[in-house]
């Protein structure tokens, strides 16, 4: 069984940064992908970025270069860095773990002068 909890979430300027953390239990982390996904009120859970168990990365395109997802699997943690904010940005962001079906608690971002 794998257990994520994410972190960092908060209320930040538009333009401003913010860096969330996922912390995944268990000594297989680094066989898995992961994924950060977010869900915006009244919207559907989207993918915003994913990042294999061999480095590669994907993007919306909504988020390309201004998001980057990476990882450290000597922490079982996987980042995303979120600079040059927009209020659309705004939502509940979820980690996952890919090919497993197991989920973080989410945490809110909100994007807002």
């Known amino acids: 069984q794998v257990q994520l909890v994410e972190s960092g979430g908060g209320l930040v300027q538009p333009g401003g940064s913010l860096r969330l953390s996922c912390a995944a239990s268990g000594s297989i982390f680094s066989t898995y992908g992961m994924a950060w996904y977010r869900q915006a009120p009244g919207k559907q859970r989207e993918l915003v970025a994913f990042?294999?168990?061999?480095?590669?990365?994907n993007y919306r395109d909504s988020v390309k270069g201004r998001f980057t997802i990476s990882r450290d699997n000597a922490k079982n943690t996987v980042y995303l860095q979120m600079n040059s904010l927009k209020p659309e940005d705004t939502a509940v962001y979820y980690c996952?773990?890919?090919?497993?079906?197991?989920w973080g608690q989410g945490t809110q971002v909100t994007v807002s002068s």
């Open positions: 996952y773990c890919l090919g497993t079906g197991y």
């Open positions: 990042i294999t168990n061999s480095d590669n990365t």
